[in-house]
């Protein structure tokens, strides 16, 4: 799918020629495709169908209202968020943050959490790879785990045109990770 702009949305549709290939794919959920986390979800037909017109719309400018829409546009055609199991997770005061977009910086993160915490940039550590260039994923350290937990209210929430998913996290796994400062 691709937004308005033409640009790439990150998330696709695929028809299958059978149940058991459908089902094939349905175990490919939460693995990745080279560098990216793939989420697969079962949906009807007309969920496909929904997105593309909302899409066809969209490109050529037949909005339904004022707001600018990343495709599929309408959140009621997205497929349902799994936030509902995080809630049952334990959680320390760092959580990880997934599908940023590679421009994000340590301000854009802060941002995004808003003023009710007190987060500063020795707070944020964004992902790199050893060539430079921005994994997409980053770690956050709140003040307690009860603060973390509450920051989970962003889940899903957009920076740019990109969903962000948060998990609860551990000092230890951001330590693990390949983490510099971005100068």
Known sequence: MVNKNGRFSGEAFVLFA??????????????????RYVEVFRCKKQDYYQAIAA????????EHDHHHHSSPP??????????????????TETLKLRGLPFS???????????GDYNLTDEKVCIGYRS????????????????????AMCKDNMMIGSRYIELFPSTQDEAKRADYRPKK
């Open 74 to 91: 309408p959140q009621a055609h997205r497929p349902p968020k799994r936030t509902q199991n995080k809630d049952h997770l334990e959680y």
């Open 18 to 35: 059978g149940n058991m290939h459908a089902e094939n794919a349905l175990l490919r959920d939460r693995q990745n495709i080279g560098r």
């Open 131 to 150: 060539d430079g260039k921005a994994t997409g994923e980053a770690y956050v350290e709140f003040s307690s785990p009860e603060e973390a937990k509450s």
């Open 104 to 114: 994000v910086n340590k301000s854009d993160i802060i941002k995004f959490f808003g």
């Open 55 to 62: 899409e066809m719309r969209e490109s050529q400018g037949f």
